[in-house]
């Protein structure tokens, strides 16, 4: 069963900056907080065999950083990212996986994003 929210983030042309996203979550489980704190927070992007990875834990290298704002209500923030973003147009997927402390991953939301091609190159 797909228990994923689905999110359609809106649009941007290519190579423009992107306003990240002010807040994730708070995530909820059967109407409750889960009653771990939250530990780690990953996002990818995928176009074909591009990926472009967030995460909160600068450990993994990631493209970009993810901010655990609160990991007891389980919600977290993306700065926006002036250059580097998803270079190459079309409809690019995601995925938003949560770490619960000492639990594997759990995936809650999931989306697109259409990058549209940049004309002015």
Do not use: C
């Amino acid at each position: 069963m797909d228990y994923a929210q689905y999110v359609a983030l809106p649009g941007i042309v290519s190579g423009d900056r992107w306003q990240g996203i002010n807040s994730i979550g708070p995530v909820t489980i059967d109407s409750a907080q889960p009653a771990v704190a939250l530990a780690r927070v990953r996002m990818q992007f995928r176009l074909g065999s591009e990926v472009f990875k967030l995460d909160s834990d600068a450990a993994q290298n990631p493209d970009a950083p993810i901010t655990i704002t609160n990991a007891a209500t389980w919600t977290a923030t993306i700065p926006g990212i002036e250059t580097g973003f998803l270079s190459t147009a079309g409809k690019w997927v995601f995925d938003i996986e949560f770490y619960g402390t000492g639990q594997g991953a759990e995936t809650y939301i999931k989306g697109d994003i259409e990058i549209y091609p940049h004309v002015t190159e």
